[in-house]
């Protein structure tokens, strides 16, 4: 996948376009992602012992990764905090990196 754990990314597709955040959870199995305060539902929990009181409890749920960009936080790059495409290179000691197309500057994710 072109994106990890712990990447700031903006949404670029569906009804949660436009909005920015880190993501919690990545599933590669179904091609999807948790990113924190994005499409955020009530899920409604009966009473029980770990939960006595019951009620509606807020949660965050995923989301296709296809709609998703990471954010490139170089100041000079022309897209500056927006979603920006990513291109990998094999350095010659066999390390990956992710780079921004339009800056060449390094995306990595703050773990």
């Known amino acids: 996948m ?3 754990k712990n990447d700031l990314v903006a949404v670029v597709a569906g009804n949660e ?4 955040g880190k993501i919690m959870k990545v599933i590669p199995g179904k091609n999807r992602v948790v990113i ?6 009530y899920k409604h929990v009966k ?7 019951g009620g509606r409890i807020q949660k965050e749920t995923s989301i296709s990764a ?3 960009l990471p ?3 170089n100041r000079s790059c ?3 905090g927006l979603g920006v495409r990513i291109k990998k290179k094999v350095l010659e000691n066999g ?6 197309v339009y800056c060449g500057v390094e995306i990595s994710s703050d773990e």
């Open 66 to 68: 296809a709609n998703v």
């Open 2 to 4: 072109h994106i990890r």
């Open 36 to 41: 924190k305060g994005v499409k955020v539902i």
């Open 17 to 20: 376009a436009g909005k920015t």
């Open 78 to 80: 022309k897209k500056n």
């Open 95 to 100: 390390a990956k990196l992710r780079t921004c």
């Open 71 to 73: 954010v490139c936080q």
């Open 47 to 53: 009473p029980s012992q770990k939960n006595p009181q």
